[in-house]
């Protein structure tokens, strides 16, 4: 258990909806990344945010939208759905030490399935 | 951007037998990690390498850092069917980023 939590486990939607996937990081980690992975698939960098505020964004389409909240936690939107978002999505969390990259932890992930 | 290229993509090893994927970069890497996605589950951190020339062992698993600080390895000795999952690389994704780029994995699939 890496002490991330990611909600909801599974999703099944249809085309044009819209979902909210959320993650709560580990404890005293302040920033939240997620990523996407579809079948057979590397992880692909959405977006990360740093106690609070966008830090860095990676192949994120401009239906799908993020955000993080006061107590850490952060949700990812996904609008205008299209069969091809279906994925496994994944949070991270880390700490952030200044100077190195972090070891990130990985949530349990929420599979998308869009009908 | 800065790309991590792995390969093999798959690999399908008898159990006992070795098992060695790289992991190479277009530009230098500050370090470099090594994940471990078991099937069906989320990735897991294995280890961070940061030095030049650096190797890490951890029982049977064996990661190198390359001297140019541009590729990496890891080596499995004596694969075990718990060995099987996808493991990626992953390094800084520009000077000074916390972001990670992730390799597309290899593959690991072991026969019993």
């Known amino acids: 258990d890496s002490g991330v939590t990611q909600t909801p486990k599974h999703l099944i939607t249809a085309t044009g909806q819209r979902v909210t996937l959320r993650c709560s990081p580990r404890?005293?980690?302040?920033?939240v990344y997620w990523y996407q992975q579809s079948l057979d698939q590397g992880l692909q960098f959405l977006i990360q945010?740093?106690?609070?505020?966008?830090?860095a964004k990676g192949n994120i389409l401009e239906r799908f939208s993020a955000q993080q909240f006061p107590d850490l936690h952060s949700e990812l939107n996904l609008s205008s759905l299209e069969l091809g978002d279906s994925a496994l999505y994944f949070c991270a969390s880390s700490v952030v030490t200044s100077g190195t990259t972090d070891t990130q932890y990985f949530g349990p992930g929420t599979r998308l399935t869009v009908l | 951007g800065q790309q991590v290229m792995q390969i093999p993509q798959y690999q399908h090893v008898q159990e006992g037998e070795d098992f060695t994927t790289y992991c190479n970069s277009s530009t230098t890497l500050s370090n470099i990690q090594w994940y471990k996605q078991r099937p069906g589950g989320h990735p897991v951190f294995l280890i961070q390498l940061v030095k030049s020339g650096e190797v890490k062992k951890q029982k049977r698993l064996t990661f190198q850092f390359g001297e140019a600080k541009k590729n990496s390895s890891l080596h499995i000795t004596a694969t075990q069917t718990t060995d099987v999952g996808t493991y990626f690389c992953?390094?800084?994704?520009?000077?000074?980023?916390?972001?990670?780029?992730f390799g597309k994995g290899t593959k690991l699939s072991v026969i019993p």
């Open positions: 992953a390094g800084p994704a520009g000077a000074g980023s916390y972001q990670l780029t």
């Open positions: 945010y740093y106690n609070g505020e966008e830090r």
């Open positions: 404890s005293g980690d302040l920033s």
